[in-house]
């Protein structure tokens, strides 16, 4: 059974930038039709889509984090990373990767990884 | 930027059956899914394409589709079920992905 499970720090100072890498275990990333997938989510709030990239290398990014954000795969170690630029407090969240079949749909999740961006 | 709608908090006693909307613009030609989200936990897909349901998720789990609204229906309520659901589809051009802003179930 496939699993993800998401690492990186979980404190960010303020104009830094985020990394958070997610570990693709018991599969390969370059098998199957899937688009590797970063969504976050704001305390108390609702499901945020990042971006996704296909293990090509071929990116999608929400329109209105596009010029923030930056996704790539290495898939020698079967991970995918995100990187968020320019942090403020409003990126404070928890960070889920996840699988996306097509559709696009999200099958498979990680568990997900709280940031907060603070000084 | 395109959006889906629901509505944030429904309440139904245990047994009877609930329904959750989501609306948008691009859901007649884009499918819907849902997911439900419990505290502390990743999403869990509970339907695809509109009205399909992945193994293991239970019957009284259904989906249907009319225009540009979709339906999430939980019949026999129970109160495991107790928990937040989102709609997500993708916009038009099939590639940008969207997320309802969620809906409260709660079980009374």
């Known amino acids: 059974q496939v699993q993800l499970q998401e690492s990186g720090p979980g404190l960010v100072k303020p104009s830094q930038t985020l990394s958070l890498t997610c570990t693709v275990s018991?599969?390969?990333?370059?098998?199957?039709?899937?688009?590797w997938t970063w969504i976050r989510q704001h305390p108390g709030k609702g499901l945020e889509w990042i971006g996704y990239?296909?293990?090509?290398?071929?990116?999608y990014y929400n329109p209105s984090l596009k010029s923030q954000v930056s996704i790539s795969v290495d898939t020698s170690k079967n991970q995918f990373s995100l990187s968020l630029s320019s942090v403020t407090a409003a990126d404070t969240a928890v960070y889920f990767c996840?699988?996306?079949?097509?559709?696009?749909?999200?099958?498979?999740w990680g568990q997900g990884t709280l940031v907060t961006v603070s000084s | 930027s395109y959006e889906l709608t629901q509505p944030p908090s429904v309440s139904v006693s245990p047994g009877q059956t609930a329904r959750i909307t989501c609306s948008g613009d691009?859901?007649?030609?884009?499918?819907a899914y849902w997911y439900q989200q419990k505290p502390g936990l990743a999403p869990v897909l509970i339907i695809y394409?509109?009205?399909e349901r992945p193994s293991g998720i239970p019957e009284r789990f259904s989906g249907s589709s009319s225009g540009t609204i979709v339906t999430l229906t939980i019949s026999g309520v129970q109160a495991e079920d107790e928990a937040d659901y989102y709609c997500?589809?993708?916009?038009?051009?099939?590639?940008?992905?969207?997320f309802g802003g969620g809906t409260k179930l709660t079980v009374l």
């Open positions: 997500q589809s993708a916009d038009s051009s099939g590639t940008y992905v969207v």
């Open positions: 990239i296909y293990h090509s290398g071929t990116t």
């Open positions: 996840a699988r996306a079949t097509p559709g696009p749909s999200f099958d498979l």
């Open positions: 394409k509109d009205s």
């Open positions: 018991d599969g390969s990333i370059t098998s199957g039709d899937y688009f």
């Open positions: 691009a859901l007649p030609k884009q499918y």
